[in-house]
């Protein structure tokens, strides 16, 4: 079961291919996620040397008033991948055309893990076709029941 969703990925984005990776993340930001607190709308992934980070994932405080003053939401957190990922990753983000986002937190277990994928942006009018496919798929049902 999905904690968060970046429920606009597949609208917006074709999906070629997708890896788990492990997250870093501080003991109040794994409460958070845990009650289905914070957003991955707008965020992305980039690969610097042999780290890799989620960056402009919103995770809000469990509680705001316990945590640090210094505390920002916003932060890039770093994620835990082999050196083989991280070396594949490198490969597609240098590609032309090819963009690296988080799909999905959720629980592993104990561990919280993001589902990442790799994938090409939709033009306009793919994003039409994907919306009247919807819409018939919707009148079907309609009409089934």
Not at 56 to 81: E, F, M, V
Not at 97 to 106: E, H, R
Request: overall charge positive.
């Amino acid at each position: 079961m999905a904690l968060v969703q970046n429920k606009k990925a597949y609208f917006n984005y074709e999906i070629i291919e997708k890896i788990e990776a492990g997250i870093e993340l501080l003991g109040f930001e794994v409460k958070s996620l845990r009650g289905s607190r914070g957003s991955l709308d707008g965020s992305y992934i980039t690969v610097s040397g042999t780290d890799v980070f989620l960056v402009g994932a919103h995770i809000p405080p469990y509680q705001p008033s316990n945590t640090p003053t210094s505390y920002d939401p916003y932060r890039a957190r770093r994620l835990l991948l082999t050196k083989k990922e991280i070396a594949s990753l490198t490969g597609f983000e240098k590609e032309k055309g090819l963009t690296i986002v988080p799909i999905s937190v959720y629980n592993k277990g104990r561990n919280i893990k993001v589902e990442i994928g790799i994938a090409r942006g939709k033009k306009k009018y793919d994003k039409r076709q994907t919306l009247r496919k919807r819409d018939i798929e919707r009148e079907v049902g309609r009409k089934l029941k």
